[in-house]
């Protein structure tokens, strides 16, 4: 620029230095624009993926869990509305006002209450609070009405393990329950993270939990800078658990808890060809229900104190002498020794000496000539012990691990127990002590160490109805698509003979007069059984009490009377259900057990449930129409 | 009609004043101040509650229409400004750059404490609330340049001419850095070192201001505010925190970076929509842009800000008395300044002070500051066939 000035000298300078700062501003705009190339350009596509990590939180929606039914198809765990209130504190006016006035409807306990205000406080205010779970149609619709005049407060429909036939199911299912600090520790599943989740903590519902439980479903939002959710942008469900399908048939059980009503005892229905659990039941037993809703400091408290152990599953984890019901086992383990003729007798007298000591017959003064099938029938202390002395306890413990003592059954559920069939090294081993004749005249009647549960029980009986095959116990008939193999027993290797000889024995016990389980024969076409009893003494037998006419059962407390067994099976003809029954602390076998044998194997008998067909939970499926859907957490 | 050489005492006619505004610099200033309402209104945005209200994106509420209430006074007030003769602007240097003094030290005493500096007064009489910091730094400016065109043809870079001008500098930014406000003393200091290095200061001198600048900004660093320090120390190394001070710096490049070349759309960026974004409708305002037009939208305001930055240095080099080159040049230099800080700032090459974008973050002062500067420009542009004799530039 050249225009006419008088102070050219300093507009030079100016100018030139203006043209540096112009080139300056050049290069620092050339700068600014490179940066924001860098930024948006080069790498645009690194920033694009934290703007999106950001504003998109992935959020877990819980599938639904898998239904557990029984044989016929009854549902026996399902998933029901769990209707409940909760609160989004930025939402209210009043948040004690709120809650007066949700009181009105449901109550409201002032630790409840206090556990809400310390969970609003912890909580973003935008977070809902659960107020209550639970409620009913009524509670749920008055809310519902008042809702418009409640500003924050959201009534939702979610879901609940329900436990429709409650205690009767207990031992078998278990229970839901929610989360623990440890599980969380033990377990990385990021399911277990979503608020109100349950995983098993019990029974099946504890070892089948994954199975169970199906798969996470994912459903991504998009959320601002404060976590507060804007929309969904997609949403992919989860797998819903696999269905159970047991063999229990719940009429029977039912029939079962409803006969086993106050007592303190166990029930397994089995059936002698497949091994389907028909029936298991323990008594008494809780609601799991309690359990999955939250258990009261109380209410646990005497579930745990009960005398009558409710919370062990007797079936499997109560573990017994067998008393006489071991005589099955002794018979065949004389018979297959080849020393035992059964019709060689043996002459009771109420005892018998060993040594210095006493062995003593239960009949005081005896049951005279007995060969082997009156023993069994008369449940003969005194013959088998003949036996015994003839015998070592190789000879019982082998065939007694034939018939499934001292093994573990594992039909799934947890916590059983193998029960003990004792031997020489066992002893030796354990109690630092050698085996010794006594031992074994002991172990020959179902007493000294020998222990069983009622599952080794029936196990035992199924076999050696089923005509000497290694049945094995089934509790779970499929799960999801796939069902439990079903693999022909393996024979025992007994012989017949034998096998039909012990059967003909117990058939006496229920059918002839003078059978100690005479009297609960059962009457009816097609219906008969055979079975077998036992009584287990806890205490010791003085000297003195003996001569004096030992104490009756009904004269002793409760922890100091005998425990009463009975197994059996039916029909004799063609048998096909095994049971056995312990009754704990129940006085003899005879009184205490049989009749509910009797009872139950009658029920199953009229039931038949094996020849009746079974539900098929993949029929089912084509049948149900839609995906079911689960629910957000 | 064409001036002639010498005109020292001629008065321009108004209407003439009229004829000579520079419509393309008010044009290129009103297009920017619209982008930035623009993106105001983009910026209130209510986000979903949970019962599922829609989401209102966008919304004149509360920014964008006091914004445009204040471009539209401030337009006003910078035409005003331009049609005053150069020559009272230069009489009242001095006098403005005394109040603003006295405003600043007023600040020291009676300051009203805001955002943990003291930063505003109020008047006594009148009840209005000043940020004497930002009048100051116009009143520099007119100081300044009154100051050297007052020298003539004596050299700035003797000391005896160089000491009013640093005091003149120097006085204001202390006090300023007293209160604590880092950036604007900076900007202050900035401001007059560059008007310095147009009025010709040596480079001898310039070198060793640069020297100077170094160690005292290693001495200076004693001085700094625990929260100064941590900017600069978050600013070298962000990601180190990301959720405390580092988050500002981290979310604004994320936004920015995200946006890419044609960004996400208006209404559209998720970084601000969403707040991630801190501070957008203010300092971060840029990576708003950024991320909702993209590497193109950021760099067309760049553009013009380019225009108006080229304008106001070729009225400065039109300018027939030295005084208006300086006044123009000054304002240029304040005005780059802020746009440099605070771009730079944004996209995390310069740590985080508090510098507005100028007429587009929302804020009443800064944008009254920078169109008054803008008013002086247009002053100096009217009247820039206007001689001012060296002598008139004594002290009033």
Redesign the interface.
Known sequence: MKFDIRDSARYEQFSRRTAIMGFGTASIFAGLASRMYFLQVIEGEQYRQMADDNRVNRRMVAPLRGRIFDRFGVELASNTQNLQVMLIAEDTNDINETLEDIAAVVPLSASRRQRIAREIKRKRKFVPVMIAENLTWEQFARINVRAPDLPGIVANIGDVRHYPFEGRLAHVLGYVARVSERDLQENDDPLLQLPGFRIGKSGLEKSLDLELRGSTGTSHVEVNAYGRVIRELDRKEGDAGRDLVLTLDMGLQNFIYDRLEGKSAAVVVMDVKNGDLLGLAATPAFDPNDFTRGLSQAKWDKLRTDDMDPLVNKTIAGQFAPGSTFKIISALAGLESGQIDPDHTVYCGGKMRLGNREFHCWKRHGHGAMNLRNAIKNSCNVYFFEMAKRLGISDYAEMGKRFGIGELHDIGIPGAREGLMPTGNWKQAFRDEAWVKGDTLNTSIGQGFLLVTPLHQAVMTARLASGGFAVKPRLIKSLGEMASELEAPESMGLTKKWVDLVREGMIAVVNEPGGTAFGKKLRGKGLSMAGKTGTVQVRRITREERAAGVTKNEDLPWRRRDHGWFVGFGPTEAPRYAISVLVEHGGGGSAAAAPIGRDVMREVLLRDPSSRPAYSPSLEASLASGPRSGREA | MSFV??QTGREVPFLQKLREINWLLILTVTAISLIGIAMLYSTSTT??G??GEP?TRGSFDPWASRQLIRFGFGLVVLLAIGLVDIRLWMKLAYPAYGVALILLLAVEFYGVTGMGAQRWVELPVVGITLQPSEIMKIAMVLALARYIHGL??GDISHLKSLAPAVVIIILPAVLVLRQPDLGTALLLLAGGF?IL????LSWRILGGVGVLGVVGAIIGWQFLQDYQKQRVLTFLDPESDPLGTGYHIL?A?????????FGKGYLQG??SQ???LPEKHTDFIFTML?EEL??MG??FL?VL??MI?ARG?SI???S?N?FG??VA?GVM?TF?LYI?IN??MV?G?VPVVGVPLPLVSYGGTAMMTILFGLGLVMSVHIHRDI?IPVTSAGFW
């Open positions: 050489y010498g986000p979903v949970p019962a989401a003539g043809d560059i290095f147009l009025a010709g979310q490049k994320i936004a920015m970076g995200s946006g890419g070349v998720t970084q969403l707040n991630f950024s993209g590497l950021g760099l760049l800000y380019l930055l240095t400065a080099l039109s027939r030295h080159r300086l040049m230099a780059l440099v771009t730079a996209m090459l001689e």
